[in-house]
Structure formats: structure tokens, C-alpha cells
Nanobody, 120 residues
Framework: QVQLVESGGGLVQAGGSLRLSCAAS????????MGWYRQAPGKQRELVAS???????NYADSVKGRFTISRDNAKNTVYLQMNSLKPEDTAVYYC??????????????WGQGTQVTVSS
């Protein structure tokens, strides 16, 4: 019913920048919170940043001051601007969203992930 498609991942040198995008499509009445998670090899998936429908944001301590999450409600899209990237940021980044269908049934969805690799 709902798909989240990430884009913008890739290979970048330490200190560089990337901008991730996640577009939701399908049977959507309303999207509530959206967020970005990441999972590095051997580590648990962790919340990187989240944003409410009203624009309130939250960040993991490890990315504060470097990453910025934003959203365009008209486009059902969330972004993650990543600056001053470090090798420790290397991970698969996943988009997540709470989506209400036209019937107001709310379900949580995940994107398939996009690889971000930061070289030193």
C-alpha cells in the first residue's frame, strides 16, 4: 500500500556532504512522524534523526550539529542533510514513517535502505 524510496546515498570522503531523500507514495491520507535510522555492521539499528508533522526535530548525540532533517509535506518527502561526514557514519540508512491511510489506520513503514560509505 505504501512505499518509501530512499535516494542520495553513495561514497564520500571524510569531511564531505551527502543529502538523502525519502519519498513516500501509495495510499496516504497523512504522514505523522518521519525519521532516519542507520545500521552499521555489527551494531544495532539506531535512530539518527526524526521529525514530526509540525517540524519538531530530534537528533542522536553523535550527529548533532552535523546533520539536519527536514520534510516537505506537500511532497510526502523527508530529507537528511549530512555534513562533516566521518568514517563512523558509514552505515545503511533507512527511512521510516508513520502513515495514516484514508481510513485513518496508522501503520509504520520502512524503506529498503541506502548505503552511505565515508572513506578516510
Amino acid at each position: 500500500q505504501v512505499q518509501l524510496v530512499e535516494s542520495g546515498g553513495g561514497l564520500v570522503q571524510a569531511g564531505g556532504s551527502l543529502r538523502l531523500s525519502c519519498a513516500a507514495s501509495g495510499s496516504i491520507f497523512r504522514i505523522d512522524a518521519m525519521g532516519w535510522y542507520r545500521q552499521a555492521p555489527g551494531k544495532q539499528r539506531e535512530l539518527v534523526a526524526s521529525i514530526t508533522s509540525r517540524g519538531s526535530t530530534n537528533y542522536a548525540d553523535s550527529v548533532k550539529g552535523r546533520f539536519t532533517i527536514s520534510r516537505d509535506n506537500a511532497k510526502n518527502t523527508v530529507y537528511l542533510q549530512m555534513n562533516s561526514l566521518k568514517p563512523e557514519d558509514t552505515a545503511v540508512y533507512y527511512c521510516n514513517a508513520d502513515v495514516a491511510s484514508p481510513s485513518w489506520r496508522v501503520q509504520n513503514y520502512w524503506g529498503q535502505g541506502t548505503q552511505v560509505t565515508v572513506s578516510s
